[in-house]
């Protein structure tokens, strides 16, 4: 069963930093197209980012400029960079496959709060 493992979550305060990463156990994961999400309390769960399995990366708008979604195919690792937070931006980060792919278990995600 694939596994996926996101870390790197903190508490920080507003206009801070915090680089995400997500290992997933899967062996096609350099053909993959990746992406990581956000689930803020009482919300429904969002794209945040997603790189293709060539690098072509895209942003939602609110992280644009701020977020920058990277891969490692041979550690089979996601990362996200994410500078100058926001309290906006706390939530339970995820990754998985980008929309219209395949979709992995989901895995327990890394919790981020940004205090203003």
């Known amino acids: 069963q694939v596994q996926v493992v996101e870390s790197g979550g903190g508490l920080v305060q507003a206009g801070g930093s915090l680089r995400l990463s997500c290992a997933i156990s899967v062996i096609t994961f350099s053909i993959r197209d990746m992406g990581w999400y956000r689930q803020a309390p009482g919300m429904q769960r969002e794209l945040v980012a997603t790189i293709s399995h060539t690098g072509s990366t895209n942003y939602a708008d609110s992280v644009k400029g701020r977020f920058t979604i990277s891969r490692d195919n041979a550690k089979k690792t996601v990362y996200l960079e994410m500078n100058s937070l926001k309290p906006e931006d706390t939530a339970v980060y995820y990754c998985?496959?980008?929309?219209?792919?395949?979709?992995?278990?989901w895995g327990q995600g890394t919790q981020v709060t940004v205090s203003s």
């Open positions: 998985n496959g980008a929309p219209g792919g395949i979709v992995y278990t």
